[in-house]
């Protein structure tokens, strides 16, 4: 085995070989309010689902190269309210290009022309083209170093009707394929290569 101290030695390569190992990440595309009300949206890949009781989920936004929060933490922090939206292969374009750095308060949803569609339990939207969406509010905001750890309580959750199986309430796992992000800056994956394993009685 290779050791790597990612506390000394190889603490500048942290990211890439921790981002390299942990794979695929699911990608939370975070929707939130800027203070002019504009919407400003963001992916995410810190991020997964911690619980059921409470419904928990947590994303990290890094903070910027000169210590400021990124736009998503500083508007979590003011209005106490997100929208996760998951994104599949058909919305992974429109993903990546409100990953880009725009000044505070311009707003993704409208620079990329992605419509939104109202949210029922929290006043930011939710992003309409999306297969679904966790309306969800902050329960804390952590800083551990550069990372904010954003904990939110899922208080709703909107679902494209064909990923839903009303008769048995189960999400569709056959038909939902949401993106899945892999190591290095441009790297995803597909999720529709399923198997199951049994597991002991
Ligand atoms: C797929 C993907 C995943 C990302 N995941 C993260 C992440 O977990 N944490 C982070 O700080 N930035 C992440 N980024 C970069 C942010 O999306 C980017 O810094 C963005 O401009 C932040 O926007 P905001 O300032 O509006 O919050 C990711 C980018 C992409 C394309």
New binding site residues.
């Given amino acids: 085995m290779i050791e790597l101290d990612l506390l000394t030695t190889h603490a500048d390569m942290a990211y890439s070989i921790l981002t390299g190992l942990v794979t695929p990440r699911p990608?939370a595309w975070v929707t939130t309010l800027n203070e002019d009300g504009s919407v400003?949206a963001?992916?995410?890949?810190?991020?997964n689902v911690f619980g059921a009781e409470p419904p928990l989920v947590i994303?990290?936004?890094?903070d910027r190269g000169d210590g400021s929060p990124?736009?998503?933490?500083r508007n979590c922090r003011r209005t106490g309210e997100f929208v996760v939206n998951l994104v599949d292969a058909a919305l992974g374009e429109a993903?990546?290009r409100?990953?880009?750095?725009?000044p505070y308060g311009t707003s993704?949803t409208e620079q990329g022309k992605l419509a939104t569609a109202a949210s029922r339990t929290v006043s930011v939207p939710r992003i309409k083209a999306a297969p679904a969406a966790l309306e969800c509010h902050v329960h804390s905001i952590q800083q551990i170093g550069e990372n904010r750890l954003v904990l939110g309580i899922v208080n709703r959750v909107q679902v494209r009707k064909a990923f839903f199986d009303e008769k048995r309430q189960r999400i569709r796992g056959e038909k939902f394929h949401p993106l899945g992000?892999m190591g290095g800056p441009d790297g995803y994956c597909r999720t529709d290569g399923l198997f199951e394993m049994k597991r002991p009685e």
């Fill in positions: 990608i400003n963001a992916p995410f890949s810190f991020f994303f990290a936004p890094g990124k736009d998503t933490a993903m990546v409100t990953a880009a750095s725009l993704e992000r």
